[in-house]
């Protein structure tokens, strides 16, 4: 399964609600950064080598052997061989440094993102800015959720406005009953219910039946927190950590078969595209309260 995370305008917050959606996800998951512009990840997130010096993640293995295995079919272990260990838990493929060496995997990419998509475990792609023509967009098409990442100005509800309806269409299963794009806004913490509702009325306006999942405030201390790759208490605690828990449970309240088999009650249906499992709504907001560890 993928949950593709990317923006309409400004990328900012994009890596930052990917990686930290990967902190707090349940169940096996993996981070990968796919974003066709060149990737931020290697250059944020630390290496997990047991008894090694601090250091970046290492170029491979990366997104381009992944691309390229893909090819010949996955194992069942799905993308987690090309993932590196960081030191926040969090697997992680790494990306290309450039677009110019994201562009030759563009044809790997369909075949790639059925792979993907295939695996029981959660794939949470950053893929950057979700222009037209974007090389990665077959990750979107493949994805069971895509979050959009907006700022509430003027130039940034005008671009939602116009590519909220167009992915909605474009991504994901055309058949499922609920479209697969949600909205997720990004601004000052004291700006919480003024920026909500201005994403909601811009989307009512067009008479758009995206949903708006949640917001992820600006955290100067979160965000030094995140990108210095270290689980304290006061980062644990922090509003970034806290909002990514709530986007995430509220993803999951969304679209149900995402919600990992481990957190059904046994005994209750499995979650279809239509509604969550019956009570499992209860034991996923205990299990996201308790991440992460």
Do not use: Y
């Given at each position: 399964m993928i949950i593709s995370v990317g923006a309409v305008s400004c990328a900012k917050g994009v890596s930052t609600l990917a990686t930290a959606s990967g902190l707090v996800w349940p169940g096996e998951r993996v981070l990968l950064d796919a974003d066709a512009a060149g990737g931020d990840l290697p250059f944020r997130l630390w290496s997990a080598g047991p008894g090694a010096p601090r250091e970046r993640l290492s170029s491979s293995p990366s997104i381009a052997s992944l691309a390229t295995a893909a090819r010949l079919g996955l194992t069942a272990a799905g993308p987690m061989p090309f993932a590196q260990d960081t030191s926040l838990g969090v697997p992680t493929v790494p990306g290309a440094l450039s677009a110019e060496r994201f562009r030759p995997l563009r044809g790997m990419w369909p075949r790639g993102a059925a792979e993907l998509a295939a695996w029981p475990g959660a794939v949470i792609a950053d893929l950057g800015r979700l222009q037209p023509g974007n090389d990665a967009l077959p990750v979107a098409q493949q994805s069971?959720?895509?979050?959009?990442?907006?700022?509430?100005?003027?130039?940034?509800?005008?671009?939602?406005?116009?590519?909220?309806?167009?992915?909605?269409?474009?991504?994901?299963?055309?058949?499922?009953?609920?479209?697969?794009?949600?909205?997720?806004?990004?601004?000052p913490p004291k700006a919480r219910r003024f920026s909500l509702e201005q994403a909601r009325q811009v989307l009512a306006s067009i008479g758009s039946p995206v949903p708006v999942v949640g917001f992820l405030p600006f955290d100067p201390v979160g965000a030094q927190g995140l990108w210095a790759g270290v689980m304290t208490r006061r980062f644990a605690g922090s509003d970034l950590v806290r909002s990514a828990r709530e986007v995430a449970q509220s993803v999951l309240t969304s679209w149900p078969s995402l919600i990992p088999p481990s957190l059904i009650p046994a005994g209750t249906p499995a979650p279809g595209p239509g509604g969550a499992a019956a009570g499992s709504d209860k034991t996923l907001a205990s299990t996201m309260e308790g991440s992460p560890s």
């Amino acid at each position: 399964m993928i949950i593709s995370v990317g923006a309409v305008s400004c990328a900012k917050g994009v890596s930052t609600l990917a990686t930290a959606s990967g902190l707090v996800w349940p169940g096996e998951r993996v981070l990968l950064d796919a974003d066709a512009a060149g990737g931020d990840l290697p250059f944020r997130l630390w290496s997990a080598g047991p008894g090694a010096p601090r250091e970046r993640l290492s170029s491979s293995p990366s997104i381009a052997s992944l691309a390229t295995a893909a090819r010949l079919g996955l194992t069942a272990a799905g993308p987690m061989p090309f993932a590196q260990d960081t030191s926040l838990g969090v697997p992680t493929v790494p990306g290309a440094l450039s677009a110019e060496r994201f562009r030759p995997l563009r044809g790997m990419w369909p075949r790639g993102a059925a792979e993907l998509a295939a695996w029981p475990g959660a794939v949470i792609a950053d893929l950057g800015r979700l222009q037209p023509g974007n090389d990665a967009l077959p990750v979107a098409q493949q994805s069971t959720a895509v979050l959009l990442v907006t700022r509430v100005d003027l130039e940034s509800l005008a671009h939602l406005r116009d590519r909220a309806a167009e992915l909605a269409g474009s991504v994901g299963d055309p058949g499922r009953d609920r479209p697969p794009v949600g909205v997720v806004v990004t601004g000052p913490p004291k700006a919480r219910r003024f920026s909500l509702e201005q994403a909601r009325q811009v989307l009512a306006s067009i008479g758009s039946p995206v949903p708006v999942v949640g917001f992820l405030p600006f955290d100067p201390v979160g965000a030094q927190g995140l990108w210095a790759g270290v689980m304290t208490r006061r980062f644990a605690g922090s509003d970034l950590v806290r909002s990514a828990r709530e986007v995430a449970q509220s993803v999951l309240t969304s679209w149900p078969s995402l919600i990992p088999p481990s957190l059904i009650p046994a005994g209750t249906p499995a979650p279809g595209p239509g509604g969550a499992a019956a009570g499992s709504d209860k034991t996923l907001a205990s299990t996201m309260e308790g991440s992460p560890s």
